[in-house]
């Protein structure tokens, strides 16, 4: 008879992951809702208005519009690489979460068992995020490829440019933080900020704040967002990457993009912001929605970023990664080093 | 138990890597490489040591690939494809091959290659490799480190001046 | 239960098929990553020889391996650009020069 604890245990996981990917299918939706109105209010408009109260089942229009949509294949596309591309963008953006802690531990009420807030404990959890969520930039380079337009291949080619580039200054700042935290498991990361406000990682001054401003701007530059939306600038590229992609193939494309900008706002919370720390001692609050609230506090700041400011030049784009963010890295590395000796 | 894994990853890295030498189009070799490589870091985490299974995946599928189908499509090199792809060496390179196969395959199976056999039970190796092995890279390895610090640094530096074009001319 | 002789013969065989490809094709491209299936063979031999020798000799000398892996790449595909720029071809058989 096999073990009773290795199936409970093995059914809590696949429950886990179930759970998980299922709440990130579905954020997308509200994430587009909440994007447009934060943009119509930003620009002093109303945002969608007219399905639903205030515009609230915008998000279902939306994808039954793409479910209904013609799948469109163009003739000389590479048949191959062109369906299979929106997969790959997708597939890594779920995978990531495999090693993010949303909290520690938690006793489910009534049948007293006591579960773990997240779906394995990596030693090595940092170097899998930023190396999963790294392939997923196959995705834009196959689609902008295999798609045999112009447009598309120019917006594949800048984005993988601009991956290489940036993905330099972000593992920098993955170093600085696994040399504040002493690990290179998410979980010890997390603890290691535990107590208050002052153990965060952000605020080990004078470093923190640097290697989070580093971070910050490489993975916005990473997960393509304004201002650093060269792969699919509107102005010169059409849509970019994706201007052969239609229907559900588009929406796999704004799916990886979505879940890409939660997990780097989940990343910033886990490496620079606590996890789930409580930044005062507040009772009755659990942990859970602490980590939630700052998420949620990156992502609406990820919305303003996108609505204010403008887009850089692709060649000031490559000064800023070259010739301003890794010379800083590593200036910040060496103050680090020594601060912790 | 640790079998099945084993020969699922085997057979798609061996698969892919055939493929990647017998395709036409240069971007679907990248294709085929860059899954050979996971499967290569699936066979690292076999071997109990996820710091080079994330290494794998980090340097040569996040990195290695991407600088390959950057050049691949910055030369517009897929077009080649009407080009005969194979050259005319195949007469003397596959029978070399075979010959090559058979050799070390008898050695390997016949038990001249031989390391002792054996779980590992060391808490290190299985706990946390990573550790020991940055303790090791900075203390014992330290020379080698160095001297592949300046290599990457020279390729670094190489790979600008040959790809800059003359100014002054 | 895995042994040794199983992760040589995969290293043996992707090691093989290296060796194929940079034998026989002739886009440059190609037997660059021909070239990677190699390292990746060795890669595979030493991690398995570290692991079964319970030391970790074989895994610093993986780790060397892959920067070197990643210095030849940078290297080859500059190369490779440069040599594109001027003779508008990646076909090593038209790359036959410097020949004696």
């Known amino acids: ?341 | 138990m640790e079998q099945i894994p084993f020969f699922i990853f085997a057979a798609i890295a061996v698969l892919s890597a055939i493929g990647v030498i017998s395709v036409k189009n240069a971007v679907h070799g990248a294709f085929y490489l860059m899954i050979t490589l996971l499967q290569v870091a699936a066979i690292f985490i076999l071997l109990r040591s996820p710091f080079l299974a994330a290494v794998q995946v980090f340097i040569y599928v996040g990195a290695v690939m991407v600088l390959f189908l950057f050049a691949v499509m910055v030369l517009d090199i897929g077009k080649e494809e009407l080009r005969e792809t194979f050259n005319q060496q195949g007469v003397i390179a596959i029978p070399a091959v075979l010959v090559m196969l058979a050799l070390i395959g008898y050695m390997i199976i016949g038990g001249k290659v031989l390391a002792p056999a054996g779980n590992l039970t060391d808490d290190v190796l299985i706990g946390n490799s990573t550790e020991v092995l940055g303790k090791e890279l900075y203390t014992k390895y330290l020379f080698p480190f160095e001297v592949v610090s300046i290599l990457l640094l020279i390729a670094l530096v190489g790979a600008i001046v040959l790809v800059m074009k003359d100014r002054k001319r | 239960m895995l042994t040794l002789t199983h992760f040589l013969i995969l290293s043996f065989l992707l090691f093989s098929i290296g060796v194929a490809g940079v034998l026989l094709r002739r886009n440059i491209i190609i037997i660059l990553m021909s070239l990677e299936l190699i390292f990746n063979s060795a890669n595979i031999a030493l991690a398995a020889f570290s692991y079964f020798l319970k030391g970790l000799n074989g895994m610093v000398f993986v780790v060397f391996n892959i920067t070197v892996a990643a210095a030849e790449v940078a290297i080859g595909l500059a190369i490779l650009v440069a040599v594109y720029r001027n003779r508008k071809t990646v076909n090593v058989d038209e790359l036959g020069d410097m020949k004696g």
Do not use: C
Not at chain 1, 48 to 74: N, S, Y
Not at chain 1, 96 to 115: M, N, Q, S
Not at chain 1, 152 to 173: K, T
Not at chain 1, 202 to 228: D, H, K, M, T
């Open chain 1, 1 to 341: 008879m096999p073990d009773i604890s290795l199936i409970v245990a093995l059914a809590l996981m696949v429950i886990k992951v179930f759970i998980v990917t299922t709440i990130l299918f579905v954020l997308p939706l509200p994430l587009t809702y909440v994007e447009r109105k934060v943009a119509g209010h930003i620009q002093v408009r109303l945002g969608p208005w007219r399905v639903g109260p205030h515009g609230l089942l915008q998000p279902f229009a939306d994808m039954i519009k793409l479910i209904l949509k013609e799948d469109i294949v163009p003739d000389k596309a590479d048949k191959f690489l062109f369906k299979l591309a929106p997969l790959m963008a997708m597939l890594p953006a779920f995978v990531v979460y495999a090693a993010i802690p949303f909290g520690d531990k938690w006793t489910i009420p009534f049948i007293d068992r006591e579960v773990t807030l997240y779906i394995a404990d990596m030693n090595v959890g940092i170097l899998y995020v930023l190396a999963i969520s790294g392939l997923g930039i196959y995705g834009l380079i196959f689609g902008g490829w295999s798609s045999n337009s112009k447009y598309a291949l120019i917006g594949g080619l800048r984005s993988s440019a601009q991956m290489i580039s940036y993905e330099i200054a972000v593992s920098f700042s993955a170093i600085g933080v696994v040399l504040l935290s002493r690990s290179l498991s998410l979980l010890e990361i997390v603890k290691s900020q535990g107590g208050n406000l002052l153990h965060w990682n952000f605020f080990y001054l004078p470093v923190g704040p640097v290697w989070f401003a580093i971070f910050l701007i490489g993975s916005l530059a990473e997960i393509n967002r304004v201002p650093f939306d060269l792969p699919e600038d509107e102005g010169t590229l059409g849509a970019g990457f994706h201007t052969e992609y239609s229907g559900m193939r588009f929406a796999f494309f704004m799916l990886a993009e979505y879940l890409a900008l939660v997990t780097v706002s989940v990343m910033s919370v886990v490496l620079f912001f606590g996890g789930w720390n409580a930044p005062f001692n507040v009772p009755f609050v659990p942990p859970i929605l602490w980590f939630l609230g700052k998420v949620i506090l990156f992502i609406y700041f990820f919305m303003w970023v996108r609505f204010t400011l403008p887009r850089y030049r692709y060649d000031q784009l490559m000064t800023i990664g070259w010739k301003i963010l890794i010379p800083v890295s590593l200036v910040n590395l060496i103050i680090t080093g020594l601060m912790k000796i």
